[in-house]
């Protein structure tokens, strides 16, 4: 009898082992494609924040600046 309750007893106690083997698995696959797309995200901003800093500059450049006040102006 006690050899059966502990035959039972290690298949209970291996089948929840791998059930929450599973359910880690499955944790860390969401945790990863989070962070993935995070990091994505993170890094479409980043090009994004360059390439308006780029326009800003070219705004501020001194150069463009004495192009505009060069070339006549169409509304007068």
Avoid at 45 to 68: D, F, V, W
Wanted: charged letters at 20%; a positive charge.
């Amino acid at each position: 009898m006690m050899l059966r309750f502990r035959f039972v007893f290690i298949v209970f106690y291996l089948t929840a082992v791998m059930v929450f083997a599973v359910y880690l698995r499955g944790a860390n696959n969401r945790i990863f494609y989070d962070i993935w797309q995070c990091r994505s995200e993170q890094t479409r901003l980043i090009q994004e924040l360059g390439t308006k800093q780029l326009l800003l500059e070219k705004l501020i450049n001194p150069a463009a600046i004495s192009q505009r006040y060069d070339q006549p102006d169409a509304n007068k």
